[in-house]
């Protein structure tokens, strides 16, 4: 159950990353943000991403094998890698109508599915 428990938290912790990362990419369409300095931006980021790691550091500790998790560091990281980028898929194309996913991408997200198979090959 507990890689369960690792993978909820991960998806949890990256939807706040990709908000904090990007969401103020997309809220510059509103004037009181767009008025805001790049310090006040960032201040606002930073916030956000305080959300990431209450959930993120749960991840890691419950994941890791010598906290009694399932998963190596390697497999952690490499787990991160492709939750990141699904919900990066996903908040894409939601909140960008104008950015569009082309055959690379996709080709590019296949390989990460595979190095995730790889990662837990015995």
């Not at 998806?11 to 904090?20: C, E, G, K, W, Y």
């Not at 109508?97 to 055959?103: G, I, V």
């Amino acid at each position: 159950m507990s890689s369960v428990y690792t993978v909820l938290l991960l998806i949890a912790s990256n939807v706040f990353m990709t908000i904090a990362w990007y969401g103020h990419l997309k809220m510059k369409d509103f004037s009181w943000f767009a008025a805001l300095p790049l310090l006040g931006v960032i201040l606002i980021s930073w916030g956000i991403a305080f959300f990431e790691y209450c959930f993120q550091v749960p991840a890691n500790r419950i994941g890791y094998q010598e906290n009694g998790g399932p998963f190596s560091l390697i497999q952690l990281k490499i787990i991160q890698e492709v939750v990141s980028l699904t919900v990066f898929m996903v908040f894409t194309t939601i909140v960008f109508k104008n950015e569009a996913f082309k055959w690379n991408h996709i080709l590019a997200f296949l390989f990460l599915i595979a190095a995730v198979y790889l990662v837990f090959k015995k």
